[in-house]
């Protein structure tokens, strides 16, 4: 087996909307197969080019680069009618991905009752006060439904004659679930309409569905470079993140592999994405969090409202402890740190170096319950802020001093070396740190 091919993965470090997207634009000419291997469109990664916007939810953000194949591996959930738009958006700019693009037969489908199932879940749940904050947009009940053994995948499209037989189990039982609701704004199609929507959204992508897991293998055995491209991100993983308040997939290092098929010894480098401070959608703790006009001031200059559903972000300082937590996690050979541009003109900037308990005493250890997020205080160490732009600076030591002395701190604090750092939303800003992993694969 060749080992000439250096794998990338591409994996963010926080609550997800690090700049995912651009780094893996960025990358992808240099790769032949880009991977995304798990989430839903409940994910955004945003890729801009000459000041054009392109919003990607569920195609990997290798699209924009002819010479990339495309895989979308088993781990991810799909819902097949927001996969259409996306393909029309992509080809009203003139891009057509459908003939180098491969969807695995394996994929579960985002049905109408996963939808139905999440909306009134997250209903009832802010009647009580214990809502999640999730997207609505089914992924949950599509991985809860894959677990249960009652997922439709992509494979069995292929076969109409048993196609309704796998739907109705998942589908009666959220009828049940819903009982005295259906009619109130939650009614649901009927089975045979779920179907005829399948067959019909289907048909376009039969040649486009198969064996991603052989096609994978195939690519490593030969040495065919593959960037893997993560959705979310460390703290909201299932296992490793701020449970209950994550998504419903792995999206640290080990949902890679199982969403994929390949062994561990198949990827060779981690690259870790953070932002220059610290965003969360949706509810769930944030020790970082301001909660003042300066979170507001941050959240206006990066434009933090979300990629699929708009939402505002909540804004904070860079967390230290989680993102040291997430390097930690996946083994990360390198960070890139994403929109210091941002944080221009701030007359200082702070640096969540640890938390202090209800008992004083400074700690880095994360929580692994939710009630134990609540008595944690930030431990803050303010820097000097810069009045020198950073946006567009493609040269690391171009930045303003300041800038640099945050960054270093930065990179202390979490024990792992910046290998790029982005300076604003165009792949064109952003600067290689000289001699790390990333400038050679750039080079």
């Known amino acids: 087996m ?28 240099r790769y032949r197969h880009v991977v995304r291997f798990q989430g839903g469109n409940n994910a955004g990664h945003t890729v801009v080019v000459d000041g054009q916007s392109i919003a990607l939810h569920q195609v990997p953000s290798g699209a924009l680069h002819p010479g990339c194949f495309l895989v979308v591996g088993s781990g991810v959930v799909l819902n097949l009618d927001v996969f259409h738009v996306e393909l029309s ?3 009203e700019r003139g891009i057509e991905v459908t003939d180098r693009l491969l969807l695995s037969d394996k994929a579960h489908v985002i049905l109408p009752h996963h939808i139905a199932l999440d909306i009134w879940r997250e209903e009832r749940a802010h009647k009580v006060g214990a809502k999640i904050g999730t997207t609505g947009r089914g992924i949950g009940p599509a991985y809860e439904m894959k677990a249960a053994r009652m997922g439709v995948r992509l494979g069995d499209l292929k076969h109409l004659e048993v196609l309704a037989d796998r739907i109705r189990p998942g589908y009666d039982e959220v009828r049940l679930r819903l009982g005295p609701d259906l009619g109130t704004g939650a009614d649901l199609p009927s089975i045979e309409a779920i179907v005829e929507n399948l067959l019909k959204a289907v048909e376009p992508l039969l040649h486009c569905i198969g064996n991603t897991q052989s096609r994978l293998q195939e690519a490593w055995t030969k040495g065919e470079q593959i960037l893997f491209e993560g959705a979310q991100a460390t703290m909201l993983d299932l296992d490793h993140g701020t449970y209950p308040f994550v998504t419903s997939s792995n999206c640290s290092l080990g949902g890679l592999f199982t969403g994929t098929g390949l062994p561990p010894k198949a990827l060779h480098r981690v690259l870790g994405v953070a932002k220059a401070y610290t965003t969360r959608v949706g509810a769930g703790p944030m020790v970082s969090e301001l909660t003042n006009e300066l979170g507001d001031r941050i959240r206006e200059a990066g434009h933090e409202y979300g990629t699929t559903t708009g939402r ?5 300082w860079f967390d230290a402890p989680i993102t040291a937590h997430a390097c930690r996690t996946n083994g990360v050979d390198g960070l890139a740190i994403m929109k210091l541009d941002v944080l221009d003109g701030l007359d200082q900037v ?17 929580p692994s319950c939710a009630a134990e997020w609540a008595d944690l205080k930030p431990e803050i160490k303010m820097f000097k802020g810069w009045s020198v732009p950073t946006r567009g600076i493609t040269h690391h030591q171009q930045l303003p001093a300041e800038a640099q002395g945050y960054l270093d701190a930065v990179a202390e604090a979490v024990e792992m070396p910046i ?6 939303p165009d792949r064109a800003e952003g600067c290689l740190y ?5 400038e050679s694969l750039m080079s």
């Open 350 to 366: 702070g640096l969540v170096v640890g938390y202090r308990d209800g008992n004083g005493n400074l700690t880095s250890e994360l």
């Open 2 to 29: 060749s080992r000439a091919s250096e794998n990338l993965a591409v994996l963010g470090l926080q609550w997800g909307d690090e700049g995912k997207g651009k780094l893996v634009d960025l990358l992808a000419p």
């Open 434 to 438: 000289p001699g790390t992993f990333l």
């Open 312 to 316: 505002p972000r909540r804004c904070g």
């Open 419 to 424: 290998a790029y750092v982005s300076t604003g």
């Open 89 to 91: 958006r992509l080809r």
